[in-house]
Each structure stands twice: as structure tokens, then as C-alpha cells.
């Protein structure tokens, strides 16, 4: 494949995903690390992408896949706002606790502002939101800056969380199905994977459109959660298929 293809190849997988990783873009334009950077270089001169560490990221939002953090906040705000409540009332006063980014997480940080605790986020808004809050110890975990989902992301991020426990984390999804959590982002994924390894209690908080939607990269298996809270329109079958693998299914 010559360059001017595999670019234009490149062009055409970022109008449908938020990060292209440079392993994954050599092997499916079946091209050489070495030609891969330097038609990711072009592509950012031409301020088509954004170099970021693993990959790359489009300028502006994938217009079929679109993560906008003001759109998403205001998307199933009514469920959200019941899943956050819910959610929030399985931490107790004192706990560590991480939050991780999106608007469902944000929801539940506002609900959890009232309680004394310490809290460790990778999240921009979930940080503006509690740092006047004053019994709220607030740790972030700094690390590279998605400018869209307003998160940070990346080895610094992952190095940051592996030197720590928590008694909880209260995380978002992009997908649950019958092979377990994941993700399309391998950034997101990443981070989201060590705040797993590092907590006591996995409380994942989703509403029911991030169910039976693959993603692409692996999180975790079902049984690595010990509670989803999710709306009550969620169909019996997802709650069947969580309990089957040992996970509480909270419904709000």
C-alpha cells in the first residue's frame, strides 16, 4: 500500500474511532512502524490528528462515535442522576475512593460531596467540582489530557494509581456484554484497568444503552465487578447475566 493510501486509510478510520494505537495501525494497513510515523507526522501537519503517546487522536470528534462531555452529561440525564444517588450511597464517611471520568461518575462526585472522604480522580470536572469542598481530600492523578473526555490518561496516570489502594472505585463503561467490560479507547482502558487492580470494591455505574455493545479492548471480566448500578429499564436479561457471575445488580 502506498503512502497516500494507507493516509487516506487513516483519515477514514478516524471519522469512526476516538484513538488509532500505532500497533493497530500497522497491522491493519499492514505497513512498518516506521512508515506508520511518518504518515501519522503528515497527518498531523495537516492537523488532521493529534500525536499522543501509543497512537494518535482526531483533531476534531469522530463524527459517527462523537465523545462530547457537555452532550454526554446532558444524554439520560434523569437516569443518571437516580444511578448517582444510588451509587453514592455505598460509600461510607473516611474510604479512599476513585472516580473515574464521564458524566455518569461526575453525577455520582456531586451526590458524594456531602460525605468526608478522600478521593483520587483522573477527571477535570469531578476535580473543579470538589475543589472547594472542604471535607473532601482531593488527589489527581495527572497524566496526558484528553481534551474531549476531559480525563487523564496514560503512563503517567497508570504509574500514579499502581502506587496506591483505595477502598472503592465508582467507574463509567463504554460496553458491557457477555465478554465483560471494555472499551475503544486504549488509553481509557489502560487507566480504567489498574483503578480495577487497586480496589477493594469495583462499583461500575452505566446506564442501559452501554449494554450489549462490544467494545473493542478488554477491560474486565463481569466477575471482576462486585456491584453495577444501572436504571430500571435495563433488560432482565443483562441483570440475569451480571448475577450469574457474581456481580450485585443495584437498579435505580
Same mark, same amino acid.
Given at each position: 500500500?502506498?503512502?497516500?493510501?494507507?493516509?487516506?486509510?487513516?483519515?477514514?478510520?478516524?471519522?469512526?474511532?476516538?484513538?488509532?494505537?500505532?500497533?493497530?495501525?500497522?497491522?491493519?494497513?499492514?505497513?512498518?512502524?516506521?512508515?506508520?510515523?511518518?504518515?501519522?507526522?503528515?497527518?498531523?501537519?495537516?492537523?488532521?490528528?493529534?500525536?499522543?503517546?501509543?497512537?494518535?487522536?482526531?483533531?476534531?470528534?469522530?463524527?459517527?462515535?462523537?465523545?462530547?462531555?457537555?452532550?454526554?452529561?446532558?444524554?439520560?440525564?434523569?437516569?443518571?442522576?437516580?444511578?448517582?444517588?444510588?451509587?453514592?450511597?455505598?460509600?461510607?464517611?473516611?474510604?479512599?475512593?476513585?472516580?473515574?471520568?464521564? %458524566?455518569?461518575?461526575?453525577?455520582?462526585?456531586?451526590?458524594?460531596?456531602?460525605?468526608?472522604?478522600?478521593?483520587? &480522580?483522573? %477527571?477535570?470536572?469531578?476535580?473543579?467540582?470538589?475543589?472547594?469542598?472542604?471535607?473532601?481530600?482531593?488527589?489527581?492523578?495527572?497524566?496526558?489530557?484528553?481534551?474531549?473526555?476531559?480525563?487523564?490518561?496514560? &503512563? !503517567?496516570?497508570?504509574?500514579?494509581?499502581?502506587?496506591?489502594?483505595?477502598?472503592?472505585?465508582?467507574?463509567?463503561?463504554? $460496553?458491557?456484554?457477555?465478554?465483560?467490560?471494555?472499551?475503544?479507547?486504549?488509553?481509557?482502558?489502560?487507566?480504567?484497568?489498574?483503578?480495577?487492580?487497586?480496589?477493594?470494591?469495583?462499583?461500575?455505574?452505566?446506564?442501559?444503552?452501554? !449494554?450489549?455493545?462490544?467494545?473493542?479492548?478488554?477491560?474486565?471480566?463481569?466477575?471482576?465487578?462486585?456491584?453495577?448500578? $444501572?436504571?430500571?429499564?435495563?433488560?432482565?436479561?443483562?441483570?440475569?447475566?451480571?448475577?450469574?457471575?457474581?456481580?450485585?445488580?443495584?437498579?435505580?
Amino acid at each position: 500500500m502506498k503512502a497516500t493510501e494507507r493516509q487516506l486509510r487513516i483519515r477514514q478510520m478516524l471519522e469512526s474511532r476516538d484513538f488509532l494505537g500505532l500497533e493497530t495501525l500497522c497491522r491493519e494497513l499492514d505497513a512498518s512502524e516506521s512508515s506508520v510515523r511518518r504518515d501519522l507526522d503528515i497527518l498531523e501537519d495537516e492537523k488532521v490528528l493529534k500525536r499522543v503517546y501509543g497512537g494518535a487522536v482526531p483533531v476534531q470528534p469522530p463524527e459517527l462515535s462523537a465523545f462530547d462531555y457537555a452532550k454526554e452529561s446532558a444524554r439520560f440525564s434523569d437516569e443518571k442522576g437516580r444511578i448517582a444517588r444510588l451509587a453514592a450511597g455505598l460509600i461510607e464517611d473516611g474510604q479512599t475512593v476513585i472516580l473515574d471520568g464521564g %458524566s455518569t461518575v461526575a453525577a455520582v462526585a456531586r451526590e458524594l460531596a456531602a460525605k468526608s472522604l478522600h478521593i483520587v &480522580t483522573n %477527571s477535570l470536572p469531578i476535580a473543579e467540582g470538589l475543589e472547594s469542598v472542604r471535607n473532601i481530600e482531593l488527589t489527581l492523578t495527572g497524566g496526558y489530557l484528553d481534551p474531549r473526555r476531559r480525563v487523564m490518561l496514560g &503512563t !503517567f496516570c497508570e504509574q500514579m494509581l499502581s502506587a496506591i489502594r483505595a477502598d472503592a472505585v465508582i467507574m463509567g463503561i463504554g $460496553s458491557i456484554s457477555e465478554a465483560g467490560f471494555s472499551n475503544n479507547n486504549t488509553l481509557v482502558v489502560g487507566s480504567e484497568k489498574k483503578m480495577v487492580e487497586i480496589a477493594d470494591k469495583v462499583i461500575i455505574v452505566a446506564d442501559r444503552t452501554k !449494554f450489549g455493545r462490544g467494545g473493542m479492548f478488554p477491560v474486565a471480566p463481569l466477575n471482576a465487578a462486585d456491584i453495577v448500578v $444501572s436504571d430500571r429499564e435495563l433488560a432482565p436479561g443483562y441483570v440475569d447475566l451480571l448475577r450469574r457471575n457474581g456481580v450485585e445488580v443495584l437498579l435505580a
